[in-house]
């Protein structure tokens, strides 16, 4: 196979092969925080197009920084339009993350989005990086390569999640923990037992139509928690969040303790 910053539906395999993978969102707009994270040993991006800072821009720049590392960027579409979807793909994403769909019927209609016709309505073009520019006419072939995550973040997704995970292209079905809990009326209460009852609910769904099942965790401990309860597609906080986290620790660990204050004012005054 010729060099290419493609990947070829590993990453689809791997979930499919029901392999745990972690990665971790990238929200910056930076490619050099893309590529720091990629460095630092992640089994794949999310280009967050959702909530992050940049636009469809930055999957020009995050692939093939990511690519260098041998990590595939999964994009997380600002919304389920067509041209949003294939912009991203041409771009050479190895995957589609799609939020706020509530029904099975769009989102199959979202899935017609990473085919080309006759199996669905993506425009077709090979001057593009998903084509290595003209140079790979049979990667029309090959949309079956991409990854398909659907998000469940709401009451009325969840109420159709079995249907949702038996649609052919939806290879994982991903938490939003903060959409989720705030739509099922507990914000943000992670331990509550209607949050709770949903995360099984997603698990045991897609365990049953053979799919891969994922969320976003803050941290690693979080993380391993959940891989051996099943989920295979974990998300570790963000770019921006990981680095605040860390930066807020070291600052606590550098800056004087209040009772480290205290000791210092008896020793001055003794």
Not at 51 to 73: D, L
Not at 177 to 183: E, K, Q, T
Not at 201 to 208: E, I, L
Not at 210 to 238: H, M, N, Q, Y
Request: hydrophobic share 45%.
């Amino acid at each position: 196979m010729n060099r290419s910053p493609l990947d070829h539906g590993r990453l689809r395999s791997r979930l499919a092969a029901g392999e745990a993978t972690l990665g971790t969102f990238v929200g910056t707009a930076s490619p050099v925080t893309a590529e720091v994270c990629a460095a630092a040993g992640a089994d794949w991006l999310l280009l967050d197009l959702e909530h992050g800072a940049g636009g469809e821009e930055q999957a020009r720049t995050t692939v093939p920084i990511a690519a260098a590392y041998g990590v595939p960027t999964v994009v997380r579409v600002e919304s389920a339009a067509r041209i949003r979807i294939g912009r991203v793909l041409d771009l050479g994403a190895a995957g589609i993350m799609l939020p706020r769909l509530d029904t099975a019927a769009e989102v199959r209609e979202a899935l017609r989005h990473l085919r080309y016709p006759p199996a669905g309505d993506r425009g077709v073009a090979t001057y593009n990086r998903a084509c290595r520019f003209g140079l790979d006419a049979g990667a029309l072939d090959r949309a079956g390569e991409l990854l398909g995550v659907v998000q469940i973040e709401s009451a009325a997704a969840l109420s159709e999640v079995e249907e949702i995970a038996a649609l052919d292209g939806v290879d994982v079905l991903f938490v939003g923990p903060r959409d989720l809990s705030h739509d099922l009326g507990v914000p943000g209460e992670f331990d509550a037992p209607v949050y709770r009852d949903a995360l099984e609910r997603v698990r045991k769904a897609a365990a049953a139509h053979g799919k891969a099942c994922g969320l976003l965790v803050p941290d690693g401990a979080a993380a391993a928690a959940k891989r051996t309860e099943g989920w295979t597609f974990i998300a570790i906080g963000s770019d921006a969040t990981l680095l605040a986290a860390a930066l807020s620790a070291a600052l606590d660990q550098a800056r004087p303790q209040p009772q480290d204050s205290q000791d210092n004012s008896q020793e001055t005054r003794s």
